[in-house]
């Protein structure tokens, strides 16, 4: 065991998405000094890992051993070689098939019989990585099923070239830089806001009041006047609440954009041992069920079986900082219904898939368990957004879009929008975010 460790766990975002210099979080994190020797590496900036990061990994199939290597990297090497492929179809009237995932398992019914030199066996095996593959692009996405991704926009999404990396101190470490460079009291916590009334004429108290178009209510019943308001809340809060959350209510065409526009659930599940059973050298753990195949149907009870949805557990690094621990990723429904269990049940289950995997029943259980709940959560209501089928980029881009939306409009711009559902290429990643709110800080300078 190791008393030593500081025990950090990221519940939020964990990693740098492409750290190079067109990313602005690795950008600012360099400037602080907040990240380790290795990821600043020159040659570690020029990786192109188009979004999939290359890690040391072991895939273990659900008969108990360690799967073949070579089998595994050909059944993912047609996998991102069919992700690629989808850029062809950005911009085009009529894509093949209206989701990534059914265009995804047309093209592998198309291509496996080709496969594995026609063995039954090695074409099953390899069906049920592809299924695996399917999986962590849910998580990726953070969406329950690629079959709600749109196939036409999916092309539009930008990763960056480098090589992922974490920060060393918890991405923690860069709000509270940010944050110190700010005056004391600059930002308030727990101000819940109930509701934000706009187009309005609000008059300050005492001697020479000024009018402002904005009141802000908060849960506690605090108020407060302004100018202009940055709306950074989660794309999961505005579809719950949009309609009670601004009065008066958003305009139709940027409501439609709220429902039209993807949103999911990805959550991480830290398991902490006293002793690992891994190498040293691993760090992806990955689980493949080899019953599983993307051209059936998945097994109808998701309760009884929620945990096949976990595409497996990254090591954390190093040891001497965070003790023996991994960190599962499970997506979607399975992933929501992982929420409502108690920590007892999700210790359990995780325990049954370790012991599947390795193939060893007296494999101890985790010490113990700490998971995110994006779904429960009030104010996130799941994870980040995706480009959903029905919607386009565009409906990120009118999302993004200020108010009052006519240039005619003498008044200033009163609402404006930010956050990573706002970022056309790069939603879903706090790269996204950050660029999103700088873009609208921007817009308020130039009035």
């Not at 992922?164 to 004391?184: A, H, M, N």
């Not at 891994?278 to 149907?297: H, I």
């Not at 995780?350 to 494999?363: A, Q, Y």
């Amino acid at each position: 065991s190791l008393p030593a460790a500081s025990g950090l766990a990221e519940m939020g975002a964990h990693w740098i998405h492409g750290p190079s210099p067109g990313n602005p979080v690795f950008c600012l994190a360099s400037r602080y000094g907040l990240l380790g020797p290795e990821a600043a590496r020159e040659e570690n900036q020029q990786v192109e890992a188009g979004g999939h990061p290359p890690m040391p990994s072991v895939t273990y199939g659900s008969s108990g051993k360690v799967l073949s290597p070579k089998a595994v990297r050909e059944a993912r090497d047609l996998f991102y070689a069919l992700l690629a492929s989808t850029r062809a179809f950005q911009g085009s009237k009529e894509p093949p098939w209206p989701s990534v995932g059914q265009y995804v398992r047309a093209e592998i019914a198309r291509t496996v019989p080709t496969m594995a030199g026609g063995q039954e066996d090695a074409q099953r095996l390899q069906l049920a990585v592809l299924a695996a593959c399917l999986k962590l692009e849910c998580c990726i996405s953070g969406t329950h099923s690629m079959d709600l991704v749109g196939l036409e926009p999916f092309g539009e999404y930008v990763s960056l070239p480098g090589l992922d990396c974490t920060f060393p101190g918890g991405y923690s470490s860069l709000t509270e830089r940010l944050l110190s460079d700010l005056p004391e009291g600059t930002v308030l916590f727990n101000k819940a806001v109930r509701t934000i009334q706009w187009q309005g004429s609000f008059r300050e108290e005492g001697d020479g009041a000024r009018v402002f178009p904005i009141r802000v209510e908060c849960e506690d019943g605090d108020v407060f006047l302004a100018d202009h308001v940055i709306i950074t809340v989660p794309l999961g809060f505005l579809k719950e609440h949009h309609q009670e959350f601004f009065q008066p209510p958003l305009p139709e065409r940027k409501a439609q954009a709220i429902r039209n526009l993807g949103f999911g659930t990805n959550n991480k599940i830290f398991l902490e041992f006293e002793q690992p059973f891994w190498e040293p050298e691993q760090q992806l753990l990955e689980v493949v069920w080899e019953d599983e195949s993307p051209l059936e149907e998945p097994e109808a009870d998701m309760e009884a079986s929620w945990f096949k949805k976990l595409i497996g557990f990254v090591v954390l690094q190093p040891p001497e900082q965070h003790g023996h621990v991994l960190c599962g990723f499970i997506a979607g429904k399975e992933s929501e219904h992982m929420e409502t269990l108690s920590d007892a049940e999700v210790l359990s289950a995780m325990t049954h898939v370790l012991r599947t995997m390795t193939g060893n029943p007296n494999l101890p259980a985790p010490r113990s368990v700490l998971r995110s709940r994006w779904h429960s959560a009030p104010y996130t209501r799941g994870s980040y957004s995706y480009v959903a089928v029905g919607s386009s980029g565009d409906d990120i881009d009118v999302l993004a879009q200020p108010l009052p939306e006519d240039p005619r409009d003498p008044r200033p711009l009163q609402l404006l929008f930010a956050g990573e559902a706002t970022h056309r290429t790069f939603y879903s990643t706090t790269h996204g975010a950050l660029l999103s709110g700088w873009r609208e800080a921007e817009r308020l300078n130039q009035l």
